[in-house]
């Protein structure tokens, strides 16, 4: 009798969940779209934007906009959440490991060193964590190429990132989909650290770690200006230009001022994710593109979750024991 009622309960909640993520919220996506140049709400059949004139008979909507569909086109949040996470969980445990070697090292460990511990993390945090150096990579440590990107250098670093995420996350995933938005992510970043490498070795001659999402975050920037270049909206693909343009100016600018910024792991991913949107509106339903980007997705996603065991096996036990 308590298996009967258990198994009853347990499908009213699947009930519950299914009207909730499909109708309820459906009926709204299925009737209106966003014009990508001004950010207003069109309707679902309009060729152009009632406010700004910009053209958006492109933009695809459906009433399966926030299904578990692959190719749905939706602007569902859960992939921004995935990252939002990820990063988070890696700084926490950053200055989980900065704090440990901090109270290791010195005596009178009052308030503002446990603070210092979030708003400047360790070099050697950054180390074991998985950050990009070049003489790591070169000497064979390849996951390093993607486990960088997940750690950020201090507080203002990752709130600067994240609001970029929360802006274009949503935004890369209405045009591109699941699949690609991880693709561009891990592959721009990627893209970035061996950007930064050929910096180091060839301009800079720094072994330094680097760390931080903006390479990937640049890279979705190329890839929304060349898919809406490819499709005739001229007015959202010069938004994303300026957006690439001034954040290039912006990052130099700061490092004129003494900031430590990799601009060379920015353009690197921003050219990647360029030439990307370009392949990807073009080859976007054919057998060869679809083989590709789930290879790729798959190299990269397990590249990536190596790296992450192997950081992960080394430091729990640490961290557990301090």
Request: charged share 10%.
């Amino acid at each position: 009798m308590n298996g009967f009622w258990f198994r009853r309960w347990k499908n009213q909640v699947k009930k519950w969940l299914s009207e909730w993520r499909g109708s309820n919220r459906n009926t709204f996506a299925s009737q209106y779209k966003t014009c990508p140049s001004c950010g207003k709400f069109v309707g679902s059949n309009d060729a152009i934007c009632e406010y700004c004139q910009a053209p958006v008979a492109h933009l695809q909507v459906s009433s399966g906009r926030f299904d578990e569909s692959e190719e749905g086109g939706s602007v569902h949040l859960e992939s921004t959440y995935a990252l939002f996470g990820l990063c988070t969980f890696f700084f926490a445990l950053t200055a989980i490991l900065t704090y440990q070697n901090q109270l290791a090292s010195q005596e009178d460990f009052g308030l503002f060193d446990q603070l210092r511990a979030y708003v400047l993390p360790s070099s050697e945090a950054f180390w074991n964590l998985g950050a990009s150096t070049t003489g790591a990579v070169l000497g064979g440590q390849y996951w390093r190429l993607f486990t960088y990107m997940f750690l950020h250098g201090n507080i203002l670093h990752i709130i600067f990132n994240l609001s970029a995420l929360a802006f274009l996350g949503p935004l890369l995933f209405g045009v591109f989909g699941l699949r690609r938005f991880w693709l561009l992510t891990l592959g721009c970043g990627a893209a970035g650290a061996l950007g930064s490498i050929i910096g180091h070795l060839f301009v800079f001659h720094s072994g330094s770690n680097v760390v931080g999402l903006s390479a990937a975050l640049f890279g979705y920037l190329g890839a929304l200006y060349a898919y809406y270049r490819g499709t005739g909206d001229l007015g959202a693909a010069e938004k994303f230009k300026s957006y690439m343009i001034w954040g290039n100016v912006f990052c130099v600018v700061v490092t004129l001022l003494g900031m430590p910024i990799d601009n060379f792991a920015h353009l690197a991913g921003m050219f990647t994710g360029w030439g990307w949107g370009i392949l990807m509106f073009r080859n976007a339903s054919t057998k060869a593109m679809l083989w590709t980007e789930r290879t790729l997705l798959i190299l990269f996603a397990g590249t990536w979750l190596y790296g992450s065991f192997l950081v992960l096996r080394t430091l729990i036990p640490q961290i557990h024991g301090g």
